[in-house]
């Protein structure tokens, strides 16, 4: 099945999950559990805002940095900009927080509630240059379920 198909099946799989189901924590965890076994990623979890930080939620993965601040690293630069950050190798992006020195490529996607981004969803993958515009149009679609 390719990338896209993929997307298509997970978008409605993780649609079903969370019909249903109102507390975000629950939900953010059976999606990153979802994306993280169809994929294979090296990391795969959700960042809240809390305050001026990036708080930890959510994961499947190694460990991680609990706090990301505002405007720092791919997470706080996609929660700074309201935009995806698509990142094909890590080691050349300025500021990148490295949690694990096995990850070579990343996406964050920002999660909006009434305009403002509340959480994102970071994705990490041990090989350089692993997402695109499918990953990111897929990804936005599935977070706005949440
Ligand atoms: N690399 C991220 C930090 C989070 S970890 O990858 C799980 C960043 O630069 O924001």
Redesign the pocket.
């Known amino acids: 099945m390719n990338k896209e198909d993929k997307y298509k099946k997970l978008a409605a799989q993780v649609a079903a999950v969370v019909a249903g189901e109102t507390d975000e924590i629950a939900n953010m965890a059976n999606v990153a559990a979802v994306l993280h076994e169809a994929f294979g990623f090296w ?1 795969t ?1 959700f ?1 809240r805002v809390i305050g001026q930080e990036l708080v930890l939620g959510p ?1 499947q993965g190694p460990l ?2 609990t706090r ?1 601040p505002y405007g ?6 996609a929660w700074a900009k309201s935009e995806t950050v698509i990142v094909g190798n ?1 080691h050349e ?1 300025a ?6 020195d096995a ?1 070579n490529s ?1 996406i ?1 996607v920002p999660m909006f509630k009434n305009g403002d981004v509340f959480a994102v969803l ?1 994705i ?1 993958s041990k090989e350089f240059n692993t997402f695109d515009e499918i990953d990111k149009i897929y990804l936005e679609e599935i977070v706005k379920t949440l």
């Open positions: 990391w979890g960042y994961f991680a940095c990301i720092k690293g791919v997470c706080g630069t890590v992006f500021g990148h927080i490295a949690c694990s990850s990343e964050v970071d990490d």
